[in-house]
């Protein structure tokens, strides 16, 4: 049982070391890491099934009794999140290989890859702040490195700025650290959670005020997004797909885990509730002033985010339900989105809206894809973002915040119409000014795009529709994991033994 | 808690924030640097009193011993933000053979917007004059 919590992490870091062993052998680097991140997804489904039929799963590393030692849990949260997003991983890892160019000639690809699958299972899997911590930095050092992998100059100068902002949140974390600490004495997770309800009232707010500040930064949280948009779109596609698919949700986890777990006392719902607000529209009205796939993209990771903080702020079984299957449903959702970005960039060379165009005749596969994503994240029915919407907005009916529930339907509204702008600009009509790639080929012939990344992305989409199709069961997983979330006494239980 | 080292760590920090706002690139990193020995400092402030003898080498004896939890976290901590300030100096040095400078550049998208926006704002000044 401790191998099934252990290897979502020290496989791939494993793998990583043997990669930087195969350095320049492109095809032992490939090998290495399909593998490494398939056993990691096998692991995490069989994880998943455990955690549904036993309840919470945990481990001491190292054999140090609970407080002290390196903790590992596992609850159907956690695992949840585990299994989508290792999917993710895997689906971005074969499109990046499909892709010409991408790990070609950059031999440091695969090992930061790995490192970076290691930090977010290991993040989702510590039950320990300070391994959060250390997770978080093992996630973003692989960032950093693959945002700014090739070193051109957009890519250094956004990738200055999200490094910087992301160095000053992880020194706020330290600093966050160091204060749960002076005031309980403790960085196990299940153990704060039972310390942390003896301290003062207005302690615990500090507290949880500043933990949420922290991981509000790396969530892109209203007003803190400012580094996403501008970051994100200037790395390669695999690299922006799965930054947003993921990055940006492991922030929202800790939000999650740290507000239910270590403050059960503590809800500062009307604050949760005001910035999701703000978050929601922001990146919305912030997505319809771009002109460019990626950039439109980006904001709307900022707007999706607001919904699983609206969620979360009620407070509630059902608005946390609704938040973990929005969390699911999002991460491979967003991730499609970004990949069938890359598919119009490889085929035609750019992803602003007046230089590409009529793609509808040259790749109605694209077009299909984009569709089915698009339309998932804007909550058409029968998709799997309609039903993770409906969830988190009869939660918000049935707690009564009608005003927080209008704006979130109003910005539905305002996705779907910045999805029909990309729609307009990029499969429908002319391309105004078409790049060198999409003129060299005949008008209506299809575009050359390579079948991997094709496959990579039909999987994602695929993944999408399961979790709508599966939308009873998972909803009803989402929900079982919500009331361990809203009664923390399973978790701290399994941990302290 | 000792008021000098508190003192130290709000110096640390003031100092620190302060080389963040500034525009060049190495002033930045070094107020980042700044920051995490605030930070690093401020487990040892939490850590307890100073003066405790250490848990290892058989000097505890009968007396409290220092929390080495706090200095173990610390250890962790700035080995991560040496690494991470390599890497900041690494890139601040491309940017400089790219650019030839040390400041940091705005978002051109951003700029093009705000372009839009200013163009907007002062033709509808023009007419409501």
């Known amino acids: 049982m401790s191998a099934l919590l252990t290897i979502p992490v020290i496989v791939p870091l494993a793998a990583a070391a043997l990669s930087i062993i195969a350095y320049g052998h492109r095809n032992i680097q490939r090998g290495i890491g399909l593998t490494a991140i398939s056993v990691v997804l096998i692991d995490a489904i069989l994880l998943l099934v455990r955690v549904e039929a036993d309840g919470v799963q945990s481990v001491q590393v190292g054999a140090w009794a609970a407080p002290f030692g390196i903790t590992l849990v596992a609850d159907l949260f956690s695992s949840l999140m585990l299994v989508v997003s290792v999917a993710t991983i895997l689906a971005v890892l074969v499109f990046a290989i499909g892709q010409p160019g991408v790990d070609s000639g950059q031999p440091v690809f695969h090992p930061v890859y790995l490192v970076m699958a290691a930090g977010v299972s290991l993040s989702f899997l510590t039950g320990d702040l300070f391994n959060l911590f250390v997770a978080y930095e093992m996630t973003l050092a692989s960032s950093y490195v693959l945002l700014t992998l090739g070193g051109r100059r957009e890519q250094i100068r956004s990738g200055m700025t999200y490094v910087i902002i992301n160095v000053v949140a992880s020194t706020l974390f330290v600093i966050g650290i160091a204060w749960v600490y002076g005031a309980t004495g403790t960085v196990n997770l299940a153990d704060l959670s039972v310390k942390i309800a003896a301290l003062p009232d207005g302690v615990q707010t500090a507290l949880s005020l500043f933990l949420f500040l922290v991981f509000g930064i790396k969530a892109a949280i209203f007003p803190l997004f400012f580094w996403l948009p501008d970051a994100y779109p200037t790395a390669r596609t695999p690299v922006t797909a799965v930054f947003a698919g993921l990055l940006t949700k492991v922030g929202v986890y800790s939000i999650v885990r740290t507000q239910t777990l270590l403050f059960p006392e503590t809800r500062p719902s009307t604050i949760l509730l005001t910035f999701a607000g703000f978050t929601m529209v922001v990146g919305v009205l912030g997505a319809i002033a771009q002109n460019d796939m990626k950039r439109i993209l980006s904001f709307h990771i900022v707007s999706q985010i607001g919904y699983m903080i609206l969620g979360l702020g009620l407070f509630t079984v059902s608005g946390i339900a609704g938040t973990v299957y929005f969390i699911v449903h999002q991460i491979p959702v967003k991730t499609a989105l970004f990949l069938t970005t890359g598919l119009v960039e490889e085929g035609t060379g750019s992803t602003a809206l007046n230089r590409v165009g009529g793609l509808i005749r040259r790749a109605p596969l694209v077009a299909g894809l984009f569709l089915l994503a698009s339309m998932s994240l804007a909550g058409i029915p029968p998709l799997s973002g309609f039903i993770g919407k409906l969830a988190i907005l009869e939660a918000g009916f049935s707690a009564q915040t009608y005003l927080v529930v209008g704006i979130a339907l109003a910005v539905s509204l305002f996705t779907l119409f910045s999805m029909v702008k990309i729609w307009n600009g990029v499969f429908w009509g002319a391309a105004e000014d078409p790049p060198a790639r999409l003129a060299s080929i005949g008008p209506d012939s299809p575009l050359a795009i390579p079948a991997a990344m094709n496959g990579a992305t039909i999987a994602l989409v695929g993944l999408t529709l399961a979790i709508a199709l599966f939308g009873g069961p998972i909803y009803e997983l989402s929900e079982r994991a919500a009331q361990s979330l809203v009664d923390p006494s399973a978790y701290v239980g399994a941990v302290l033994g | ?129």
């Open chain 2, 1 to 129: 808690m000792s008021v000098v080292t508190a003192l130290v760590v709000a110096v640390l920090f003031g100092a620190g924030v302060y080389l963040l706002l500034q525009r060049t690139l190495s002033r930045i990193i070094l107020g980042l640097a700044l920051l995490a020995h605030s930070a690093n400092l401020l487990l040892m402030v939490v850590s307890g009193p100073a003066g405790r003898p250490p848990i290892v080498g058989g000097f505890a004896t009968g007396e409290q011993v220092a929390d080495p939890l706090p200095q173990a976290l610390a250890l962790t901590a700035i080995v991560i933000s040496f690494g991470i300030t390599a890497f900041l100096l690494s890139l601040a040095y491309r940017s400089w053979v790219l650019n030839r400078n040390d400041e940091v550049e705005d978002d051109i998208e951003d700029r093009r917007i705000a372009h839009l926006a200013g163009d907007e704002i002062s033709r509808w000044w023009r007419r409501t004059k």
